[in-house]
């Protein structure tokens, strides 16, 4: 089992911005592929980011590309999302996901276990 926290959510006015924070537990974190999802309402759950288990290779969504940062922390089971220019398109419950295993081939993997979310409102 992995349990996966993410915290850093909140509101922000639209240029904005913040950074999410995804903690893990559980299992061996270091050989695992991380990624970020979000989902607006109304809307289904769409791929954000990912990460490789060594942080050396990232793969982005269109629409976060030069805006958002991925990276992680192995040393303390930690992964991160750097949110920059925040726009109100944006705004959407952000989810962590863990994928065991190093294998990593972006963007269309399945992960194996997920967070609670974090709420991302960017106002207008």
């Known amino acids: 089992q992995v349990q996966l926290v993410e915290s850093g959510g909140g509101l922000v006015q639209a240029g904005g911005s913040l950074r999410l924070s995804c903690a893990a537990s559980g299992r061996t974190f270091s050989r695992s592929v991380m990624g970020w999802f979000r989902q607006a309402p109304g809307k289904e759950r769409e791929f954000v980011a990912t990460?490789?288990?060594?942080?050396?290779?990232?793969y982005y969504a269109d629409s976060v590309k030069g805006r958002f940062t991925i990276s992680r922390v192995n040393a303390k089971n930690t992964m991160y999302l750097q949110m920059n220019s925040l726009e109100p398109e944006d705004t959407a419950v952000y989810y962590c996901?863990?994928?065991?295993?190093?294998?990593?081939?972006?963007?269309?993997?399945?992960?194996?276990?997920w967070g609670q979310g974090t709420q991302v409102t960017v106002a207008s």
């Open positions: 990460i490789s288990w060594s942080g050396a290779s990232t």
């Open positions: 996901a863990f994928k065991g295993g190093s294998t990593w081939y972006p963007p269309h993997m399945e992960y194996d276990y």
